[in-house]
């Protein structure tokens, strides 16, 4: 009998990662899903999958969640979904270094960190799966949105390069690129629209404004919007696949803007991205 396959999918209270983890546990795999709030490690936990509190600003955590796993499994991992992540929106000039600095610890230093810690367990054991879900703007920047633009593409850069690093083992590092897809993201980001931005005396207020009532109503509206199965299908390919790809660009949006990157001088791309 083969033995069950061990994941950790980060930020399953909500989205894409709630979807993914519990769909993995239906296909059969043992998931270690992490959230913050006990409401949700409860909920994660009713459907049968190992909850775990983990927050990517606090070190401690991601140790807690790493040990705690390993001791579970007896040492051993298959693969890590790096998933939870916010977006900081907001002009970059109105941006502190502090909202800067926290969008990077959530959505890149933490990552690195839980990635470096699951890294020598896959070595040992001789392959393993690193699944990072980025974003089309990672690759493809749009306007009020530096920080997450920054955090994502740092996170490319990162992930590729470890991807190269790891090619003579058996240890694959794919992206998964979304564009618009259901999930809370944009209800979130309020919060951190509202906490860190200075709205009121911005020379962008209108446009915060716009954004605002966008941002409510649940972000970008878009007849390509897809749901979180979309993000499943690409993760279950990067994670079962014999040969899992380096970027799985998702939408019609995304597969849109990575063509005209590649064909599209960046002056002319620029200035289409800034009617965007
Ligand atoms: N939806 C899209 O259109 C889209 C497009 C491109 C990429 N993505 C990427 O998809 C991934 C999932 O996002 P989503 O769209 O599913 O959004 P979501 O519904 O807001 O879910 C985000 C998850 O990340 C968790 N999270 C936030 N900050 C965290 C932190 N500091 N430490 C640990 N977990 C944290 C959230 O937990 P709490 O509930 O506790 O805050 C939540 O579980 C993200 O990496 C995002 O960048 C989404």
């Known amino acids: 009998m083969s033995q069950q396959k061990t994941i950790v999918v980060t930020g399953c209270s909500s989205g894409i990662g709630a979807h993914c983890a519990r769909a993995l546990k239906q296909d059969g795999w043992r998931v270690f899903a992490t959230a913050r709030r006990p409401d949700d490690l409860e909920a994660l936990q009713a459907d049968g999958l190992e909850a775990f509190y983990m927050d990517y600003r606090e070190p401690d955590s991601i140790a807690a969640l790493a040990e705690g796993v390993l001791e579970r499994t007896g040492g051993s991992l298959d693969a890590l979904y790096n998933n939870g992540a916010y977006s900081q929106a907001g002009a970059v ?7 800067l600095r926290e969008q990077f610890e959530a959505n890149f230093f ?21 699944v990072q879900c980025s974003s089309i703007l990672g690759l493809v920047p749009m306007r009020w949105r530096g920080a997450y633009n920054a955090s994502k593409f740092a996170l490319e850069a990162l992930s590729v390069t470890m991807r190269m690093e790891l090619a003579e083992t058996d240890i694959h590092v794919s992206l998964i690129e979304p564009g618009p897809i259901e999930s809370k993201i944009a209800v ?14 911005s020379v962008h207020r209108k446009d915060y404004e716009r954004e ?20 499943y299908e690409a993760l ?6 014999k040969k899992p790809k380096t970027h799985y660009v998702l939408t019609r949006p995304a597969k849109i803007a990575t063509t005209l990157k590649r064909l599209l001088p960046a002056e002319l791309l620029y200035r289409l991205l800034e009617k965007r």
């Open 110 to 130: 933490g990552w690195h960190e839980l990635t470096r810690r699951i890294i020598p367990v896959m070595r040992a054991r001789g392959h393993g799966r690193i």
């Open 93 to 99: 000039e109105d941006l502190s270094t502090e909202a």
């Open 188 to 201: 979130n980001a309020l919060h951190h629209i509202e906490r860190n931005i200075d709205i009121e005396n």
């Open 212 to 231: 605002l009532r966008r941002m409510r109503q649940g972000g970008v509206r878009s007849k390509h919007k897809l749901g979180p199965e979309a993000v």
């Open 236 to 241: 279950k390919h990067a994670l079962e696949s």
